[in-house]
């Protein structure tokens, strides 16, 4: 039985696991860096978040936590990380996401969240002690008709594109010139218990792509999300009242509905930045919001919308309610 009052207590495990995406992992590998989520997204963010630390890192110290143990698919990794090296130089603690409404011994997360006042870890394959990734085998083979038996996968899922084959083998290369151990399971308990008895082994081979993939990296288009989205946002704080016929498109039609937020339009308008800072909490537009918010003493999303009102609503429009 878990000691609740116990863990919440404690630093970063000697150990941790940051679950994530092969093609989210390929970048990390690449930049040699993790990129960190933003708390000032949402409420339950900033009331968890740790001062002057407006980004985080989300691990787990237990392998078989409720927040993935049930949620897996072709792609997904863990990475186990050296808690006591991150320790080292990071601030982090343990957090009850759900509290005692939600949390029971079988739904635990068991989170740890490294915390940093950048956006970025670098050096992160330092930090890295081995790999655990999940993919079919049986579904490659059969992909590129090297399949000698026709026996249906252990892992129902859809047959993975020439993007994902791409991933994989960029991946793989770069765990093994980086001498980061891998382990790779066909096998949903095997790659969730870490049972390296039941990894597989894979001929590289497998792993070419027929047709060039295609160009769009749905994983790392965060900075054209961010640019659409938020952007605008930011024009309205770093924009004078008396240059207005500066803003963009964007911008206006956000100032168009700039209201308080006890109107009707004003609270409608908060939950739609708070939609998009959300959507984009690990954006990299959100180091340059993070900036605004030390500078001007600002805690969360809906100080930095107030901020907005006080400049643009009572000193441009001059309404009264």
Known sequence: ?????????????????????????????KTNKFKLASDIAKDAESNISQNGKYFYLSTTRSKIGAYHVDKFSIGDCVIVLDGDKLAQKYKGKAIDYWGNYMRTPTNFEAEDRVYSDKQFIDNAMSYMKEIHMIISKKYLEKLYGLDKINKTPQIQNEVPDDYYIKKFRTVLLLLKKNNIPYYLYDNQNAWTTQNKNKAIELDMNILKYKDKPNNTDYFNNDKIRGKYYLKPWLELYYTPIDKKEKLSKEALKILDYLEPIDSYRGKDKLNTFSSDMHNNYNNEIMSSFVDIFKKENLKNYKDYYNFLVKKWYFKDKMKIY
């Open 1 to 29: 039985m878990i000691n609740f009052k116990k863990y919440l207590i404690e630093g970063l495990s000697k150990i941790l696991f940051h679950y994530t995406h092969i093609g989210v992992f390929d970048q990390i590998l």
